[in-house]
């Protein structure tokens, strides 16, 4: 496949336990963010994340949204026993020039391109509550594909960085960067000097052709 240039971070907030976890699998072009979601005594949901992702890569065989089903009955399947709690997920994967994604709750999947930045996945969110998340049963995973472009960048965050995703605040960190990993350090500095009222843990992957 096309090597992939990749910018990350995952980095923790004060509001709660770290709960965000990210999955790089640059050999297989699949990339995700999980985002745990705190319910009191509900289990774990930084682990529920981190379980999400294993389960995610180990299910994959080509069908991503197939993939994030089979992770979510894993998940049920040793929720009790692990202490498992819920969890976002929002994923990609990528093939030559075509790339399909899928979410389930309100982690945020998007491309850039040129100036334009394009919603790939669906918000799970009534706007006070997520309305679905990985740890329940019947979930709905929404999943879009696309063509490629090149020079294209495909983003993937948790909601604690969803504040800064617009078209201006990227388009100028895109300016200042020479490399995907400048461009999320570049948007990370924007989250943390923009603070939004609730500081939540900030996890992003960038990733161009």
Known sequence: ???????????????????DRLLIDSKHGLFAVADGVSIPDFGDSGKAAEFALAALKKSFSGDLAKAIELANKELL??????????????????????????????????????????????????GIYITQVLGHSGIKVHSKETILRTSDIVILATDGVGHVLNEAILIQALAKSSTMQEFASNILREAKERPSAYDDDKTLLCIRL
């Open 1 to 19: 496949m096309e090597e992939l240039e990749i910018g990350s971070f995952s980095v923790p907030g004060s509001a709660h336990a770290y709960q």
């Open 77 to 126: 399947k040793e929720r009790r026993r692990l202490n498992l709690g819920l969890t976002t997920i929002s994923a990609v994967h990528i093939s030559g020039m075509n790339a399909v994604f899928a979410n389930v709750g309100d982690s945020l999947s998007f491309l850039l391109r040129g100036r334009r930045l394009i919603r790939m996945g669906q918000i799970d969110s009534n």
